[in-house]
């Protein structure tokens, strides 16, 4: 499956509208009946934020993996 998400809106203290971009692809598999895992690809980005900012060019990539049990 896959997953594409943008938020854009202004911050207090910052002038100008800010955006988040954030896009996830991943899968799953059931081991058994009640045991499913999953991997997915994250990358998220901070866009439009000030040079003064810490958020400036801010990102995360990377791999997520769970596993889920159900009772």
Request: aromatic content about 12%; cysteine-free.
């Amino acid at each position: 499956g896959g997953r594409y998400n943008v938020v854009k809106g202004e911050l207090a203290g910052i002038p100008n509208d800010v955006t988040v971009r954030r896009t996830q692809l991943g899968g799953g598999w059931f081991v058994t009946p009640n045991v499913l895992s999953k991997i997915e690809f994250v990358q998220q980005r901070y866009l439009d934020f000030p040079t003064t900012d810490i958020r400036n060019g801010g990102q995360f990539k990377g791999f997520m993996i769970e596993g889920v049990v159900a009772f």
